[in-house]
């Protein structure tokens, strides 16, 4: 029986022990008798009509099994499927598994090779032949949408795949003569995720049926989706998601290697596996960002904001993936952020190119529009010769305001900006760094400090499917979760969802502890297995905790419901009477006698003297499906030197303080935070997907494409303040994006502020040497004296 809460107790993760000594079910540890394996070619072109494929060469060869062709599987393999149509008009184009007719990006599978060996299947791509017939690549989505430009899918008649408005106030009348405007344009370049276990896949046939094994987050969505893609019932699929190596939204996708392995399961009746090479992956696993955004801000001499426009291009790549055309809708709601504004403006068109799809990527339209919105408050905060944190106070929501609407029309139930910043500064010393940073400009070193900010919120807990369905978006956003009393007093939690790496069998232990007075160590998490957990909608933005805990709490609840009336026929007295409390039913009002919820659970399975009408069974499911977002937010501080005279920038100092409500576990919520701060850092600093002219991924590599090690980041400094989040009983917010949200806009603003007085006013990200380097060449290349700057800009 517990004696201290386990909610708000730092405990090491019970996962960690079997993932860091290597004792872990990876996708491709598994091994079955027969096992083929397969191994895809791909096209070297980023558009080109597909003349002819000929396998005979590789038939026939030691070790081969099977080759086929896009056209080969035609009548089997389908369309990926795109589950979020924004528009009633959206351009969906079909999306086949292996191409056919036509490739679209360089990358695209165009045949396959099964084998008995994996390295045999590989070496045998070498004897197919393929003839194509290139076709002019589409790269520039401003050009793309140009009169007269190459199609990507020519039977559309346009690369244009939807065009979203929304607005809100009276625009023009914010926008009006007496306003101070500031208009930028903002390019989120292309990013890739790199989770640290590849993509990889397993099928095996079972009877009439078949066992997918994936490195996925979605395993529950995945195995509709197949069956949808397939016409294999869904009764007959087992999707299993085992130990999983990170996915930031990499894996929430319904990939083509998922859908071909399974046909050519199918179709050979042995067991297959593909596992993809790190530049496979880099190439061929969706990319994500890539915007170019047009964005103003309009404002009262004073600095009272009036009215915010958006206009966004959002590169979709070749085809719309599984949630591809509405990420950058999610950040349609929230570019208006912290802030009050009396009206708004949003348009985005998303734009088909020769590119590989973009999807969602940690933050998946949140970090876009939390950079645009706080590079403009800086912006503005040097046009009207303001202090850009003071800016910022003048706008922002008080607390005592919540809950309050914006302007987007979200609901933010809870929050303390002012309580987060004050902590931020404290911690910062912004006051000490602002007086070097003048004294550094006065001496003119080449070294120069720039001090950024970003002060944000996010909407996540995805859900409710109200909302959702509102936003055309394909399901819902409900959470389940199912409760096992085993006679010996256990706990068996089985929750929909599924974790990859955030620490799910951690955290809900000791919720489920709390909940049911039981040990810590007597609760165990099953997850990521469709058979074990029929019901689940999956692991993304930052809902794990805000719905699925919260269906674990309404499950454990039920539980204890049941396990009263048992009590009180146990214990001789109304069920009224019986109170609990840290595992213990008792007669409210005497110590004595009592039982506790683990005999209850013996007698319940003994059975030998229930009350009438009672069943032998304490087990409990619980869907829960929320009626608001979470909203997180938090002040990020990052202290910056840059030097003039190479462009190299390094990170000084960053304060974190983030509000992400009640916390279950702190030590997972310091993971969850440092984690985001490097992503985010990453897209400030090092990463970029390039293609040539041709549409080659120049970045195919981690030779060439830049993640930050641990000796490129700063020591963090972290801590948190909390408002309970009132959209759910735990209290509990988000945590898994908001470092890589908050943290982009607070390193490019340090760096832009380091340089500001060269006449600079934005780096392109990522803020690369030569970037910075280059923006202080083109502004001129020497101080200005008489710049129209804040305090200490």
């Known amino acids: 029986m517990t004696t201290a809460p386990e909610v708000g107790r730092d405990r090491r993760r019970k996962e960690d022990a079997r993932l860091i000594t290597g004792r872990t079910n990876w996708t491709d540890n598994i091994q079955l008798p027969g096992m083929l394996y397969v191994a895809f070619l791909r096209s070297p072109m980023a558009h080109a009509r597909i003349r002819n494929v000929d396998v005979s060469g590789v038939l026939g060869q030691d070790g081969v099994v099977a080759a086929y062709t896009g ?29 056919v007719d036509e490739v679209r990006y360089v990358g695209e599978a165009v045949a ?31 050009a793309a949408l140009a009169e007269g430009a190459s199609l990507v899918h020519s039977d559309k008649g346009t690369n244009a795949s939807f065009t ?36 990889s896949v397993v099928v095996a046939p079972e009877g009439d049926g078949y066992t997918m094994w994936s490195a996925t987050q979605i395993p529950h969505v995945l195995r509709l989706m197949l069956a949808m893609v397939t016409g294999i019932a869904e009764h007959q699929l087992r999707v299993v998601a085992p130990d999983v190596g990170g996915g930031f939204g990499s894996k929430l996708q319904v990939t083509a290697e998922e859908v071909i392995t399974l046909l050519l399961a199918k ?41 915010l426009k958006i206009e966004l291009l959002a590169d979709m790549g070749a085809y719309l993936m599984l949630v591809t055309p509405g990420v950058p809708l999610l950040g349609a709601f929230m570019f208006p952020a912290i802030y009050k504004f009396d009206a708004y403006s949003f348009t985005c068109t998303g734009v088909f190119t020769t590119k590989m799809p973009t999807d969602a990527y940690r933050g998946a339209g949140r970090p876009e529009a939390t950079y645009a919105i706080e590079r403009l408050v800086d912006e503005m905060a040097v046009e ?19 809950p309050y609407t914006t302007i987007a029309t979200l609901t933010y139930d809870t929050g303390n900006y002012e309580a987060a910043t004050e902590k931020a ?38 859900a409710p499917s109200r909302i959702l369905g509102q936003l055309a978006y394909g399901a819902g956003g409900w959470e389940s979760a199912s409760v096992r009393m085993l006679p010996t007093g256990k706990v068996e939690v089985v929750t929909g969802s599924s974790a990859h790496g955030q620490g799910h069998e951690t955290a809900w232990s000791q919720i489920a502890a709390d909940q049911l007075g039981v040990p810590f160590e007597d609760v165990t998490v099953l997850h990521g297995d469709t058979r074990v957990s029929p019901k689940g909608m999956d692991t993304y933005g930052s809902r794990s905790l805000a719905v699925g805990g919260t269906a674990l709490v309404q499950a454990c609840d039920r539980v204890v419901d049941k396990a009263k009336r048992i009590a009180a026929h146990m214990l001789e007295a109304s069920e009224e009477d019986i109170e609990f409390e840290g595992g213990t039913f008792r007669v409210r009002g005497t110590p004595e006698p009592a039982t506790t919820i683990q005999e209850v659970a013996l007698a319940t399975f003994a059975a030998h003297d229930l009350p ?45 303080v983030d509000d992400v409500g009640v916390v279950i576990n702190p030590l997972i919520v310091e993971g969850q935070v440092h984690g985001g701060l490097a992503q985010g850092i990453a897209q400030a600093l090092y990463e970029e997907a390039v293609y040539d002219s041709e549409g080659n991924l120049l970045t195919s590599t981690l030779a060439d494409y830049l993640i930050p090690s641990a000796a490129d980041l700063p020591e963090f400094v972290t801590d948190r303040t909390e408002t309970p989040s009132t959209t759910n009983p735990l209290g509990v917010k988000g945590v898994g994006e908001a470092g890589t949200i908050a943290s982009t806009p607070a390193v490019v603003n340090a760096v832009v502020d380091a340089i500001r007085q060269f006449g600079v006013n934005d780096v392109p990200m990522p803020c690369s040497p030569e970037h910075v380097w280059r923006a202080i060449q083109e502004a001129g290349g020497e101080p200005a004296t008489t710049l129209g700057r804040g305090p200490g800009r």
């Open 71 to 99: 056209a080969d599987l035609a009548a089997e393999q389908g369309s990926l499927p795109c589950a979020w149509p924004v528009t009633e008009d959206i351009v969906i184009p079909d999306h086949p598994p292996m191409a």
């Open 112 to 142: 396959c090779v099964v084998a008995t060996d994996r390295y045999v299947a590989a070496d045998m791509l070498e004897l197919i032949e393929i003839d194509y017939e290139p076709l002019p690549p589409v790269l520039d989505m401003e």
């Open 164 to 199: 979203w408005p929304f607005s809100a106030g009276d625009v023009d009348a914010a926008f009006g003569d007496d306003a101070v405007v500031v208009s930028r344009r903002y390019v989120q370049q292309r990013l890739i995720p790199a989770a640290m276990e590849p993509r």
């Open 267 to 307: 179709r050979l009746r042995k067991p297959v596996k593909w596992t993809e090479g790190r530049t496979e992956g880099i190439q061929t696993t969706h990319h994500g960002r890539d915007q170019i955004q047009k964005v103003a801000l309009a404002a009262d001499r004073d600095g009272r904001f009036r009215g």
């Open 384 to 402: 009207l010769r303001m202090d850009p944190m003071e800016l910022r106070r003048r706008n922002w929501i008080k607390h005592e305001e919540f």
């Open 425 to 462: 500064l404290q911690l910062f010393g912004y006051d000490k760094l602002r007086a070097e940073q003048a004294d550094r400009r006065e001496r003119g070193d080449a070294v120069q400090l720039g001090i950024g900010i970003s002060t944000f919120t996010e909407m996540c807990g995805l």
């Open 612 to 656: 009438e009408g009672v069943e032998a069974s304490l087990d409990s499911d619980a869907t829960f499906d929320p009626e608001n977002f979470s909203y997180p937010h938090g002040t990020h501080l990052c202290a910056a030197e840059v030097d003039t005279e190479t462009g190299m920038v390094k990170l000084r100092s960053y304060v974190a």
